[in-house]
């Protein structure tokens, strides 16, 4: 997520001060110490990102400069998509990956179909069942995926 090897060098010396600082309120109750430890480092990566938001100017800005003439500045901002949004949509494809092995393979495989977009009677054809049998396996596979969602909540 940091593409820069010495800010990334930053932020993880700062994660163990903070694991360190923050020691006495781990409660293995709650969770593995990895997973802890995970969302330090997750949380001060997304400070750092919303902290070096950088501020642009619109391509046909007209600055005055020191003698009193315009100068038109253009901006050239990356394009490429927020790191954030890139890292939640990533936590939520592994979620949610982790999610579909938990099912019964035919499960994982009518809900995958569905999700690509095939409908009943085309998943009933290319799994040569009766539409009836995907039907109630899609039942299944959804009551299972709230189960599991309810237990590990996956970040929007």
Known sequence: ???????????VDDVFINVYKAMSTFDESKSQFKTWVYNIAKNATIDYLRKKKLETRSMYDVL??????SVEEMDFTSSDKDPLDLMINSEVKVSITEAL????????EILTQYAYGYTYDEIAADLNMPIGTVKATMHSARKRMQQIFKKTPVAA
């Open 1 to 11: 997520m940091i593409h820069d090897p010495l800010v990334a060098e930053e932020l």
């Open 64 to 69: 005055i400069d020191n003698d009193g003439e």
């Open 101 to 108: 092995h938990e099912l019964k393979p035919l499960q994982a």
